[in-house]
């Protein structure tokens, strides 16, 4: 019965619906790993590589704008009704904007002792790389155009940070990946962005001895 349930559930509420709840939370628990300074999926002897150099600027701009909206709006709403509503749904979107910075701070790219890549963007993308399927990697500074996550139709997916992208990685076999929203895509060549690409690329190039 749990299990029809389940079905009903997940037949009533689109996967793209869920999966955004999903990343809300993540993002939500991203702020208390942020505040402990903890990070998120790296272990002893990984190496973590920041990417948020580039949009954190952006960020602390947006939110400085949504906590102005929110006093501004907070003294001209006369009416007490409009006035709570407005105020929660902009004290939320502050907490939104500062959640989804928290997640891309305590969930970095990591590369693996062995040369394994785990390539993420907060809560919202999250690739795995074996060390196998590496034909080569570079550092390559780009400023491609899209959004967040651009699949081009011959193959190259480019996860954008702030505009750009540093490292590019070929690979020697496609990898399947997964959109924010759920949609599946395949990449032959993966460009992403890291705050210092050159140690990302020295570790994935030289792993560690077994």
Do not use: K
């Amino acid at each position: 019965m749990s299990a029809l349930r389940a079905d009903a559930r997940r037949a009533a509420v689109p996967e793209s619906v869920r999966r955004l709840l999903r990343h809300e939370l993540r993002a939500a628990a991203s702020l208390g790993r942020w505040a402990a300074r903890r990070t998120h999926g790296v272990r002893p002897g990984d190496l973590a590589a920041a990417y948020t150099g580039p949009q954190t600027a952006m960020m602390y701009g947006l939110l400085f704008v949504s906590v102005i909206e929110t006093v501004g709006l907070a003294l001209l709403i006369p009416w007490p009704a409009v006035h709570r509503v407005v105020l929660v749904l902009d004290v939320y979107g502050v907490l939104l904007v500062l959640a989804l910075h928290a997640a891309c701070v305590t969930r970095p790219h990591v590369v693996r002792p062995d040369g394994s890549l785990r390539i993420r963007y907060g809560a919202l993308f999250d690739l795995a790389v074996p060390p196998d399927a590496v034909a080569s990697v570079r550092v390559e500074r780009r400023y491609p155009e899209g959004r967040l996550v651009t699949l081009s139709e011959d193959g190259v997916l480019d996860l954008i940070v702030g505009s750009q992208t540093t490292v590019t990685l070929e690979l020697n076999r496609p990898l399947e990946f997964r959109r924010p929203l759920g949609a599946r895509g395949s990449a032959r060549t993966i460009r992403f962005h890291a705050d210092d690409p050159r140690a990302v690329v020295g570790a994935v190039r030289h792993p560690a001895p077994p």
